[in-house]
């Protein structure tokens, strides 16, 4: 009974060796290189596409921020000029 265990745990192992010994062959075969390189190639282009994206959002962001600065100073000169307005006619109070 313990040598059938034995020849088992053997036979796994050296399954195992011989799918290792495989893997690393086809792993390193010209096929794979191929395609681990356009893989690559691919990865790159997304890279650069996502980049672009990044570029133009971060743009737009930079419009929007200095868009909404010239608003708020407007704002605060509109405000400023109704204030002084507001104290010249002495109706500050009122």
Known sequence: MMDIFKMERLGIFVGGV??????????SSKDAKKVYT????????????VMEVVTTVQENAEDVLAEAKVINE???AKEAEAMEEDSA????GA
């Open 18 to 27: 011989l799918f290792g010994t495989a893997g690393v062959k086809l792993l």
């Open 38 to 49: 356009n893989c690559a190639a691919a990865a790159l282009r997304v890279k650069d596409c």
């Open 74 to 76: 407007e704002r605060y």
């Open 89 to 92: 006619c002495g109706c500050e």
